[in-house]
Every structure is written in structure tokens, then in C-alpha cells.
């Protein structure tokens, strides 16, 4: 019975000694590493932005690194919408995951611009500027998930009174 307890005893000693000194943990760290990252145009970028390829990819300005879209001119002599009607350009531009993993895609807006639910477009009930996503991934949300290599394309509504119309559209991937 004595050589039990003698046991237990030592065990209990040597487990509360190891609480006491602890596990080689740490609180902190610092180490420097080297990371590179690369800046390139809209078309190259893991989240790649592109010309669909479709008759209203001319409202899609490639000419900068940063792609923008511009319903101002049409380059066949047409010099923006007409006032007081409701205008729809389906597959303006591409978005390609050109990275390693699917994501979530999300569009959303700022000034005259909001965004609509993927899968339908039109345009807003009052002046202003509506973006979606051209398909939807039947899940119900504002969201289209992508996979490595796929793509969606954009489409655009304006209801256009008689103002000119501006607005910042913010496209957001995230990994799935």
C-alpha cells in the first residue's frame, strides 16, 4: 500500500513541477521574412477583370491599370443615355478567378450606384444606377461562388431622369 501511495505521490510531483515550469510556450515572436507582392493591370490580377467579348464590353475602359466603366460615349457617334428612360447593357465586362482557390464574388456600390441580386438586372425605380451579377448560383444570396478559372460577367441598369449619374462599384472575392 506505502509503495501506491509512494507512486501517486511522485506522479503528482512531477506533473504539478511540469505546471509550474511549463510547456515551452512562448508570448511572443518576431522573425523577418521576405514577401513579394506584385501589382499588375485589372486583366492579370488574381481577381481578373476583362472585356466580355459581348457588344456592350465598349462601355468597359481598358486604357489604365485600373479598368473603369463609362457609359458616356459609345465610339459610334452616341454620347450617353437618353433622359428620362430606363436603359439595360447586359455583359459589360468579365470577372475570371485567375486564383488558386474558388471564391465568393460580391458586388457592391457607392454614389448613384447600387447593386441588385445576381441573375436579373433592371433598372432602379428613381434616377440612379443598378449593377448585378449576370448569373446566379441559386443559393439566394448576393453572392456567385467561382471556381479556379471560371467566369461571370456584369450587367448594368440605369434610370436615368436628367442628370448626369456617377458612382463608385466595389467588387469583393472572397476564398471559399
Known amino acids: 500500500m506505502q509503495r501506491r501511495k509512494f507512486v501517486i505521490g511522485m506522479g503528482a510531483l512531477a506533473s504539478g513541477t511540469a505546471a509550474v515550469i511549463g510547456t515551452g510556450a512562448f508570448s511572443s515572436v518576431e522573425a523577418d521574412r521576405q514577401v513579394d507582392v506584385q501589382v499588375t493591370e485589372d486583366a492579370n ?50 470577372i475570371t478567378n485567375q486564383g488558386t482557390q474558388p471564391v465568393e464574388v460580391s458586388l457592391s456600390g457607392s454614389g448613384d450606384l447600387s447593386a441588385q441580386l445576381p441573375g436579373s438586372i433592371s433598372a432602379p425605380s428613381s434616377d440612379g444606377i443598378t449593377v448585378a451579377l449576370a448569373e446566379d448560383d441559386g443559393d439566394g444570396d448576393a453572392t456567385y461562388e467561382l471556381g479556379v478559372g471560371e467566369s461571370v460577367n456584369v450587367d448594368f441598369a440605369i434610370n436615368s431622369g436628367t442628370s448626369n449619374l456617377s458612382g463608385t462599384l466595389t467588387i469583393g472575392a472572397e476564398a471559399r
Do not use: K
Open 45 to 94: 490580377a488574381y481577381l481578373g477583370l476583362d472585356n466580355s467579348g459581348e457588344a456592350n464590353d465598349m462601355y468597359f475602359d481598358t486604357s489604365g491599370d485600373e479598368y473603369a466603366v463609362d457609359f458616356v460615349e459609345s465610339g459610334n457617334g452616341g454620347n450617353g443615355v437618353n433622359p428620362n428612360a430606363d436603359t439595360v447593357a447586359e455583359d459589360v465586362f468579365t
